[in-house]
């Protein structure tokens, strides 16, 4: 999508810091927590949920990964699964240009394209409508998910299968300091994706309790995380006691429940219509 086809701050919510940037700069948030993304316990576990509720798609499937950010998950999935074609596509250009210099690294064939899913958009002509779609935490980010998710669909085949995650619980400081509008119940993303045009086969709570202990350090630690993290040279390693916590973790999520009644990462599986409205 060309430049001058972005949005109005009234469309996409803008909000802006005290010294009247944008919070949700998301070239300047890559550029910041990209490399802090890598090897999070978290992303890890949400990774394999998905991988999981995604399911094996047969060789000539097409994976879309809406909002790819810097193109972890799809160079990744692209390198596991050749004979699977994938594409993202993502709001921010530094995002989209990570993922492209990712791709070209790991020697695999993953399209990366900027878009700005909050307003109408179309196939390229090279790019083919996907059987398969994960979108991973990304409709906290954005004021209308459902005008997003809903013009998504319109990049994918009838019939395809939309594996999507948000978070639940409480937001932390950190969560609104990178631009999380809302946190999701159940319902209220089960209305997001039906209202969307989606078929929604089933909610997931999971993480529960190790996911749910990690979101609660992060909320304890409130502004000083966000402090910590903000002021951390590029590259410089954890403190001992960082990563003794997030090996911790780690092993624990590997216990902890997908579906749960107390889970606070939701995750969906959901299909396209055959008869797309």
């Known amino acids: 999508m060309s430049d001058e086809l972005e949005p109005t701050g009234a469309l996409r919510g803008i909000r802006l810091n ?7 700069d998301w070239d300047d948030h890559w550029d910041k927590y990209g490399e802090a993304a890598v090897g999070n316990p978290a992303n890890d576990y949400r990774r394999d949920l998905v991988l999981k509720l995604l399911g094996s798609p047969r ?27 994938v594409w993202g596509v993502e709001y921010s250009g530094l995002g989209v240009a990570r993922g492209i210099r990712a791709a070209a690294r790991a020697g695999v064939t993953a399209k990366f394209v900027k878009r700005d899913l909050l307003i109408s958009t179309a196939l390229d002509p090279d790019q083919p409508a996907a059987t398969h779609a994960v979108c991973s935490e990304v409709l906290e ?9 809903r013009n998504a669909i319109s990049l994918l085949a009838p019939g395809a299968r939309v594996v999507v995650t948000v978070p639940g619980g409480p937001r932390s400081a950190f969560d609104k300091h990178i631009g999380h509008f809302r946190h999701f119940t159940a319902p ?22 190790f996911f749910n202990l990690y979101k609660l350090a992060v909320v304890v630690r409130g502004q000083k995380l966000v402090n910590e993290i903000d002021s951390r040279a590029a590259g410089a390693r954890p403190a001992r006691l960082e990563a003794a916590v997030t090996t911790f973790f780690r092993h ?4 902890n429940r997908d579906d749960s009644r107390f889970g606070w990462q939701l995750a969906a599986v959901a299909r396209v219509p055959l008869a797309k409205a």
Do not use: C, W
């Open 18 to 24: 005290a010294d009247g940037t944008d919070r949700d």
């Open 188 to 209: 209220s993303l089960n209305r997001v994706l039906t209202d969307a045009g989606l078929d929604v086969e089933h909610i997931y709570r999971a993480g529960f309790p």
């Open 252 to 255: 624990g999520f590997k216990v």
């Open 59 to 85: 060789p000539g499937a097409i994976l879309l990964d809406i909002g790819s950010g810097q193109g972890q998950f799809a160079v990744a999935y692209q390198k596991d699964h050749p004979e699977v074609a």
């Open 141 to 149: 980010h954005v004021e209308d998910p459902t005008t997003l998710m």
